[in-house]
């Protein structure tokens, strides 16, 4: 698997939010004019019996592009003092795996998900499109949970870079189309809470896919703590393995697929309540690179 360490230069490069532009600093006076004559000008009076206009809502943050522009890599947290973790899940289903859903396979885990409501746990789901497309009620009741937020896991769970652990690899042209098709397929199913986020299948990525994806104005989110529950049997070992590795600011690496995955809930039944008694905060990965 190829990887670079892009993240301290995407880093240096700062938090922005999705859209802005240009030089923070260069229309000071300016503002500063426009500031003290708002603050002398009285601000219309509502008609009687309006509704207050609502808050414009905030864009899900982003880090700026790394070097030669080429798309960020977020590993964990920028350095922070208070104890914060985010759990990711990724809720993988690859483009070809229709027949083994339909024999009754099952992709997903909507027992992890209730455990994570009633624990009151924020977190990051993954998400591929044909999970998506799979599986749309349970996506749109993920999409609008205020609890969670829905980040792109690419199409077709195919590898961006190759060797990746056996999977398929994606031609170069069709990279976009993974990450655009995506999106349209999480929006379709109803999901409004979705971020402009990026995991790499298997988490293979190298400089080329990193520039390619560059116009698509993700940040790619990886993980500084495997929980090695993919194809794990033993709960205990998995929560060891999360409790053992995780700090302030860590990103944990976690999927909701049942037949992959099949003892992630019971593992998270016993790390949450660990890491709240050594008093961490959950929170998803855009608090977490909000700062």
């Known amino acids: 698997m190829a990887t670079m360490t892009v993240l301290g230069a995407v880093l240096g490069g700062g938090l922005v939010a999705c859209g802005a532009s240009g030089d923070p600093h260069g229309d000071r006076p300016a503002a500063a004019a426009r500031t003290a004559a708002a603050a002398h000008t009285p601000s219309p009076a509502a008609p009687p019996g309006a509704s207050p206009s609502p808050s414009p809502k905030k864009s899900p943050p982003t880090l700026a592009p790394g070097l030669a522009g080429l798309t960020p890599v977020l590993k964990r947290g920028p350095n922070r003092t208070d104890k914060v973790v985010a759990l990711t899940f990724d809720a993988d289903m690859t483009a070809d795996e229709g027949p083994r859903a339909a024999a009754g396979e099952h992709f997903d885990n909507p027992e992890l998900i209730a455990l994570l409501r009633r624990l009151k746990v924020p977190a990051t789901v993954f998400m591929t499109g044909r999970w998506a497309e799979e599986y749309p009620a349970q996506a749109r009741s993920i999409g609008t949970d205020p609890l969670f937020e829905i980040a792109n896991h690419s199409y077709s769970h ?28 999480i929006r379709k199913a109803g999901a409004r809470n979705v971020v402009p986020y990026f995991r790499f299948p298997g988490g293979c990525y190298d400089e080329a896919t ?16 495997v929980s090695g529950d993919a194809f794990a049997t033993d709960a205990d070992a ?24 099949p003892v992630t809930d019971e593992a998270v039944d016993q790390v949450v309540p660990e890491l709240r008694k050594r008093g961490y ?10 700062g």
């Open 238 to 261: 998995v929560a060891q393995q999360v409790l053992d590795g995780v700090k302030p600011g860590s990103l944990v690496v976690m999927h909701c697929t049942r037949s992959a995955a």
């Open 210 to 225: 990193l520039r390619a994806l560059a116009p698509e104005k993700v940040t790619a989110v990886q993980w500084d703590v």
């Open 281 to 290: 905060r959950f929170v998803k990965v855009s608090e977490l690179m909000a």
């Open 158 to 185: 195919y590898a961006f870079t190759s060797p990746c652990y056996g999977l398929p690899t994606v031609e170069k042209d069709a990279m976009h189309d993974e990450v655009q098709r995506t999106f349209g397929a």
